[in-house]
């Protein structure tokens, strides 16, 4: 078969809803275009516990600490899960976590801004976890079978990080003058960067139409984006919270909100490693890896050695 | 430092007594033991499973997906091993 039929039955099968997976035949560039993509979004979930993890300690009470620890971990358990999907595309686990660490490989640009207050992790948690659930919802259909099966997974743990949050935030809303100020500093500071976790706009997004063609995406990220707007307004509206755009408003005609633009510009300097935290979050993830390092050695030592007591 | 690359694991779940044990994912662990507990951590942090089996990814054999279509060609001709194929009179109850 030659390379252009190849490259038709493939199609056929994307256009039929067949799922692909891992030993079929597939583009090179469907594969990279995988690769890049469910391996930020592996980056992504770990270099999330950073922010959060740094708040384990200093929860409130007891509750919101026990809350917190088991969303940090599902946050692990679904870095997993991905980091086994990118694994099937023939990729190592070790140059995955390397192309991180060098610089190569992205992750979302909201982990780059930090968590000041404790109205933060429920911010981070109702704007930034429902904004990653915008998006994982509609990949659950992903075309990659692997993908597509993570992504199940994640979307049944995720739910409850979106309404921990958001019930925390309730929790802020209705106390002192000075809780509810700080949940609407947090709103002010997560709302931009969390419109800016859908990517760039569709016309300056260079991945998007062959991504929708091998339906490895199903929505653009402008029409993710709009979704999430209008979920989250009436939203806040509950929450008594004031959203940062003078310019939103309803739109009868559309049947949507507008909103303002967004500042590209911050969006490409966080991109571009010039956000507030870049640094340390690979400094941490470098870290830990290093520091980590004789532990996994220590445990491979371990089971050679088991394995040369039972054979002899 | 180089590390030593951990041996991939299928990990397999029955999520109640009466079900088969059912492929949910894998992961990396240098021998068995861990491999279970971290299966537990991983893929049973919901009760999910009440048994967990862990299988080497490398002691898997699998069919060739290329040679598929005339591997599996006797079971797809032989529509005669379905009951649809036979023909019974109308009025024939518990058949």
């Not at chain 1, 694994?87 to 070790?94: M, W």
């Not at chain 1, 310019?247 to 500042?263: Q, T």
């Amino acid at each position: 078969m030659t390379q252009a039929e190849k490259e038709l039955r493939f199609q056929e099968k994307i256009d039929r809803e067949i799922k692909i997976e891992p030993n079929d035949w597939m583009p090179d560039e469907y594969r990279q275009t995988l690769v890049r993509q469910i391996s930020q979004h592996a980056h992504s979930e770990v270099v999330g516990m950073l922010p959060e993890g740094n708040w384990i300690t200093r929860a409130p009470n007891l509750r919101r600490k026990a809350v917190l620890l088991a969303k940090v971990q599902d946050e692990a358990g679904h870095g997993l899960y991905l980091y086994s999907a990118v694994e099937t595309l023939g990729t190592s686990r070790e140059q995955t976590i390397d192309d991180l660490h060098s610089g190569k490989a992205k992750y979302s640009s909201i982990f780059n801004y930090p968590a000041l207050t404790w109205a933060d992790i429920g911010t981070i948690g109702w704007l930034v976890d429902g904004a990653a659930i915008m998006n994982q919802v509609a990949l659950c259909r992903t075309s990659y079978g692997p993908y597509a099966r993570a992504m199940v997974k994640i979307c049944k743990e995720e739910s409850f990080h979106q309404r921990q949050g958001y019930e925390s935030l309730i929790k802020l809303c209705n106390g002192t003058p000075q809780q509810k100020a700080m949940a609407q500093d947090a709103m002010n500071r997560f709302w931009w960067p969390a419109l800016m976790m859908f990517g760039p706009s569709d016309a300056e997004s260079t991945h998007s139409d062959q991504s929708i063609k091998w339906k490895i995406k199903r929505f653009t990220n402008d029409e993710l984006r709009q979704s999430f707007v209008d979920a989250t307004v009436p939203q806040a509206e509950i929450l008594g919270l004031t959203i940062p755009d003078s310019n939103l408003k309803w739109n009868e005609e559309r049947g949507h909100y507008d909103f303002s633009e967004i500042d590209w510009n911050e969006f490409w300097q966080v991109v571009k490693g010039n956000g507030p935290c870049n640094k340390e979050r690979l400094a941490a993830r470098v870290k830990a890896k290093e520091e980590g390092a004789w532990v996994r050695e220590a445990a491979s030592a371990f089971a050679k050695k088991r394995a040369m007591k039972k054979s002899a | 430092m180089s590390t030593i690359e951990w041996p991939l694991w299928e990990v397999f779940i029955r999520s109640k007594q009466g079900l088969n044990h059912k492929h949910v994912g894998s992961l990396r662990a240098p021998d068995a033991t861990l491999a279970l507990e971290n299966a537990r951590d991983v893929y049973t942090r919901r009760s999910e499973g009440i048994s967990i089996w862990v299988v080497e990814s490398a002691h898997i054999h699998a069919t060739d997906i290329d040679d598929a279509a005339s591997f599996f060609e006797p079971s797809d001709t032989k529509i005669y091993r379905h009951p649809t194929f036979y023909e019974v009179p109308d009025g024939v109850k518990h058949m």
